[in-house]
């Protein structure tokens, strides 16, 4: 229950085009959900982030969309760009409560010219 | 500087040594954290500190031994290397479970 789902592990997407990586969770607890970028060779960041009171928070390029019914949110990169070539975190925490994050696998985006 | 910093950046070491990995921030974050990352793997957390003097298992505990006597210092210690310990380490800071702050990682080969 404490686990979250991410997929695909591998993503390939053409300069333009639109990235979307999927994360599932069990645990309705869980009420803050983050995503992390991370390059190579560096620690991850945090790119954006959500509370499951909104369905959607876009940051420029970067959306994400969350269906607290399905249990389910969602990553899209609009516009994708070699320079987002990395891998993706989804995240999720009970904020508060003192736990840590939980994090999915990760997803290697791949951002061909 | 301002930061979390992790040192070393780079050890190789034998099976059966110890070694410690360091973690220092300077924002006064409560929380810290310590994580191993492995291909297939993703994150995986080991321990973590919620202030100084408490700390918690994660995930992947067993092998590893932490301790927190100064909030800024968050020290990981493999008492005796395996090499199933040869991974990147990432230490990271928050100054509440949310939006947590990565180092830049510890390269670690068990030989």
């Known amino acids: 229950q404490q686990q979250v789902k991410q997929s695909p592990q591998s993503l390939i997407v053409q300069k333009g085009g639109i990235s979307i990586i999927n994360c599932a969770y069990e645990?309705?607890?869980?009420?803050?959900f983050p995503w992390y970028q991370q390059f190579p060779g560096k620690g991850p960041a945090l790119l954006i982030a959500?509370?499951?009171?909104?369905s959607e928070k876009k940051e420029g390029r970067f959306t994400i969309s969350f269906n607290k019914s399905a249990k389910q949110f969602s990553l899209h990169i609009m516009d994708s760009q070699p320079g987002d070539s990395a891998t993706y975190f989804c995240a999720a925490v009970i904020n508060q409560a003192g736990t840590a994050l939980i994090f999915g696998k990760g997803t290697t985006l791949s951002v061909s010219s | 500087d301002a930061g979390i910093t992790q040192s070393p950046r780079y050890k190789i070491t034998e099976t059966g040594r110890q070694v410690t990995l360091m973690c220092h921030q300077t924002w006064s974050h409560s929380y810290m954290f310590w994580y191993r990352q492995d291909l297939g793997h993703g994150l995986r957390l080991i321990y973590y500190?919620?202030?100084?003097?408490?700390?918690d298992k994660g995930e992947v505990p067993d092998g590893y031994v932490v301790s927190r006597s100064k909030t800024e210092n968050f020290p990981l210690t493999l008492e005796s290397a395996t090499r199933s310990q040869t991974s990147v380490y990432f230490c990271?800071?928050?100054?509440?479970?949310?939006?947590?702050?990565f180092g830049p990682g510890t390269r670690l080969t068990v030989l």
């Open positions: 959500i509370r499951p009171d909104v």
């Open positions: 645990n309705t607890a869980f009420d803050y």
């Open positions: 990271a800071s928050s100054f509440v479970n949310n939006e947590q702050f």
């Open positions: 500190s919620a202030a100084a003097d408490i700390t």
